[in-house]
């Protein structure tokens, strides 16, 4: 059970970063996906926005393209309101996007076009995390949007196992390379211009990104590289 004085706390917490959150008045000038768009101020400042509490399949995923489409048509040219309190790591102000009194972040959940992202819900008030969470109930039930699918794949795990792809391919181009380098080819040094046989001491210390492979050391002194003065 929690405590009556832990509420206070949480409800204290909510209240102040309520109170603090800014709000910017602006047109939507850019949609990039189906949760963040751009908005240009009075003052002709554009300012992008990450919509709160929700996440959007990404552009190469199933929806993705739907997605930002159905964006585009609550927002795309209007007049609209933030409601903000804080930027994420690419320097976005994440906020709830209202125009002509819609909730356009809700409008994405209740189209079935974006998921309520959990990482985040506890920076929605109780009331909107409310209505997102039954607007993505009755979207799944009613099988609309990315609820067509059996399985439809979260973003922020699309994300994850695309971060995973680019490691693995990082790993194999190094793999692939340090096999080669086994297999006794002459490592060139594409900055320097010198080439390292396999019993040279530097031969590994060359850097991924700059090494050039040789068939033979032949080879690499008629591409114009010459032999490192410390191979024996």
């Known amino acids: 059970m929690v405590r009556p004085s832990a509420l206070i706390l949480i409800a204290l917490h909510l209240a102040t970063a309520i109170a603090s959150a800014a709000t910017l008045h602006g047109r939507v ?12 101020d009075a003052q002709h400042v554009q300012h992008k926005i990450r919509l709160q ?8 995923q199933s ?17 609209v309101t933030v409601e903000y309190f804080k930027f994420d790591r690419y320097g976005r102000a994440v906020g709830k996007i ?27 008030t109780p009331s909107d995390r409310s209505l997102y ?18 399985n439809p ?7 994850r196992e695309a971060r995973g792809r680019s490691d693995a391919t990082l790993r194999s181009a190094a793999d692939t390379t340090t096999s080669s380098t086994v297999a006794g080819a002459v ?5 320097s211009h010198i080439f390292h ?24 002194e008629a591409a114009g590289y010459r032999q490192a003065r410390n191979c024996p």
């Open 153 to 159: 794949m979260p973003p922020w795990v699309f994300r």
């Open 29 to 40: 000038v850019s949609i990039a996906d189906g949760d963040t768009i751009t908005v240009l």
């Open 98 to 124: 209202t125009v002509g009194g819609v909730d356009a972040n809700l409008e994405q959940v209740r189209a079935g076009l974006a998921w309520v992202y959990t990482d985040y819900e506890d920076e929605l």
């Open 63 to 79: 929806f993705g393209q739907p997605s930002k489409r159905n964006l585009s048509t609550l927002v795309a040219g209007r007049d």
């Open 187 to 191: 490592i060139g040094n594409r900055r």
């Open 197 to 220: 046989r396999p019993d040279c001491p530097d031969y590994l210390k060359v850097s991924l990104s700059n090494r050039v492979p040789f068939a033979t050391a032949a080879a690499a």
């Open 53 to 60: 509490g929700i996440d959007a399949p990404e552009s190469r």
């Open 133 to 150: 969470h039954a607007a993505e109930r009755q979207a799944r039930s009613l099988h609309v949007g990315l609820w067509a699918e059996s």
